[in-house]
């Protein structure tokens, strides 16, 4: 079992940056891929990135070259830094943990934190 909770959220500018954080209880997170989704009022939830249990990356075309995301297993921590930020990107984001590898489809995680809020404004 894993639990996920995310921080890091909050009001910022377009071209503003900020950072999410994702903390996994459980001792053997660093076993496990964990992605980032984002879902904005009225539309479906969409991947953002993800890293594999062996830090593979991936991230969607909407994100690349201004998201990063990082692991640190030692504190059981997935980042999500997100610079060069634009209204679009306003949205409730989230992390999900599934075993290694990683994946584009949020049906496929089996843990989910509750959110954390993203608002860019113009």
């Known amino acids: 079992q894993v639990q996920l909770a995310e921080s890091g959220g909050g009001l910022v500018q377009a071209g503003g940056s900020l950072r999410l954080s994702c903390a996994a209880s459980?001792?053997?997170?660093?076993?496990?891929?964990t992605g980032w989704f984002r879902q904005a009022p009225g539309k479906e939830r969409e991947f953002v990135a993800a890293?594999?249990?062996?830090?593979?990356?991936m991230y969607a075309d909407s994100v690349k070259g201004r998201f990063t995301i990082s692991r640190d297993n030692a504190k059981n921590t997935v980042y999500l830094q997100m610079n060069s930020l634009k209204p679009e990107d306003t949205a409730v984001y989230y992390c999900?943990?599934?075993?290694?590898?990683?994946?584009?489809?949020?049906?496929?995680?089996?843990?989910w934190g509750q959110g954390t809020q993203v608002t860019v404004s113009s």
């Open positions: 999900a943990a599934r075993v290694k590898w990683s994946t584009s489809r949020p049906s496929e995680y089996d843990y």
């Open positions: 890293i594999s249990w062996s830090s593979s990356i």
């Open positions: 459980g001792r053997t997170f660093s076993r496990y891929a």
